[in-house]
């Protein structure tokens, strides 16, 4: 275990300077910034860049962007629309790192949903991660919630998770949680599947939205108005976004590959740049 902290902790370390990195290119991209334009901002030389993004994405980092260009959205958008029902009947069968995961998902009665979490014990940890400082919370029924945030921010991530079960009774666990976080963020593409139960606190709306989003393979991305479609409510695509932005277990339930439908990438809750991370290594696993 002490190995596999130190791991993440160097990824972590890596997936700041990344997202610093995009959001420098965003801001600069008329210019076409070269690397030596973007490693300077990073107050990094040239190669240790180059190298810490490649141990991070597993391709150069030109390449990389190409990934999370409007237009190659666009692309893959209509890739996914003509073949949606074969993506979503592939469910979670990719083969990526990030991707080998069978998800168990249980939604809390109605009157654990008026009672708030009472009588509910969570445990959470907060850790270093592949896409920066992450906070778990589990219960005995299974993962309740994922936070993301800046380093050292991580009292506001648990904020949240405590407005969303406002009577649980929440206890610090680090080495429980450790060994879940473990598993979500499998190191090795050979790694065994797992399966990962999650305990949900929504609405039913909500919960429907979740389900669909966790039939998206990695590799693909839809539109609001698409999952709308495939929970057989058609019109529903503003109702879909709201569900969407409130999903509390991001990366096992992938809300980060919706997308606007024009091809944008649209808003993220764990911020824009984190969204273009977790898709652009996503893409990169799949066609680098």
């Known amino acids: 275990m002490r190995k596999l902290s130190a791991d993440y902790e160097q990824l972590s370390e890596d997936y700041y300077r ?20 973007v490693a300077n901002h990073l107050h990094v030389s040239e ?19 190409q990934y999370i260009t409007k ?24 083969s990526g790192r990030l991707h080998d995961l069978f998800v168990t998902c249980e939604a809390v009665t109605p009157g654990e ?12 940890g907060v850790h270093p991660s592949p896409f920066g400082e992450c906070t778990l919370a589990i219960t005995e029924r299974g993962i309740c919630g994922i936070a993301f945030g800046a ?18 009774e929440f206890k610090e666990d680090a080495p429980r949680t450790q060994e ?3 598993e979500i963020f499998a190191l090795s593409p050979g790694q065994e599947i797992l399966t990962l139960p999650l305990y949900l606190r929504g609405t ?17 991305v839809v539109s609001y108005e698409d999952v709308a479609i495939q929970i057989g409510m058609p019109g529903s695509a503003r109702a879909v976004s709201g569900a ?12 980060h590959r919706v997308i606007r439908k024009m091809g944008a990438f649209g808003g993220y809750r764990w911020g824009p740049a984190r969204k273009k991370a977790l898709l652009g290594r996503e893409f990169a696993a799949l066609n680098g």
């Open 204 to 220: 039913n709306f909500q919960i429907k939205v979740w389900e669909a989003l966790l039939r998206i393979p990695p590799g693909y």
């Open 18 to 37: 990344v997202e610093k990195a995009i959001q420098y290119l965003e801001a600069n991209y008329r210019h076409q910034p070269s690397l030596e334009d």
């Open 47 to 65: 190669y240790h860049f180059q190298r810490i993004f490649k141990h991070w994405a597993g391709i150069s980092p030109k390449r990389f962007l």
């Open 244 to 255: 969407v932005a409130r999903n509390p277990v991001p990366v096992i339930i992938p809300c």
């Open 151 to 168: 380093q050292g921010d991580w009292k506001n991530s648990l904020g949240e998770l405590k407005t969303r079960w406002k009577a649980a």
């Open 180 to 182: 879940i976080l473990s």
């Open 71 to 94: 237009e190659y959205a666009k692309n893959l958008m209509e890739e996914g629309r003509d073949l949606l029902e074969v993506a979503y009947s592939a469910g979670l069968s990719g």
């Open 113 to 124: 949903y008026k009672r708030a979490g009472e009588g509910v014990t969570i445990h959470f």
